[in-house]
């Protein structure tokens, strides 16, 4: 089983840019499909994005579509989001989380390895 570290947030301004990365521990890094969920004080944990195994296949949540972008290097077993014109709704802690079906779910309790989580803070 993979363990995930996530790194790269901070607080931003309304309109920077971040991108986040997940690093995982282990050989069988391609065997996972890897998602971003975020969870915002008082709020569930929402879903973010989602990959395939292959990075070939990606699918968004409505409230990032077209400012947020996936991607993942199986070589350097890492999974990014690259998150573009962010708001100040972004604000939230945002966890990296695999999945062993892979293929892409937008489901939380389909993924077995959380990570602990890293803060994204974006001020108006």
């Known amino acids: 089983q993979v363990q995930l570290v996530e790194s790269g947030g901070g607080l931003v301004q309304a309109g920077d840019s971040l991108r986040l990365s997940c690093a995982a521990s282990g050989r069988t890094f391609s065997s996972y499909a890897m998602a971003w969920f975020r969870q915002a004080p008082g709020k569930e944990r929402e879903f973010v994005a989602t990959i395939n195994r292959s990075g070939a296949s990606t699918y968004y949540g409505n409230s990032v579509k077209g400012r947020f972008t996936i991607s993942r290097d199986n070589a350097k077993n890492t999974v990014y989001l690259q998150m573009n014109s962010l708001k100040p709704e972004d604000t939230a802690v945002y966890y990296c989380?695999?999945?062993?079906?892979?293929?892409?779910?937008?489901?939380?309790?389909?993924?077995?390895?959380w990570g602990q989580g890293t803060q994204v803070t974006v001020s108006p």
């Open positions: 989380a695999a999945t062993v079906r892979g293929g892409i779910t937008t489901v939380r309790g389909a993924y077995d390895v």
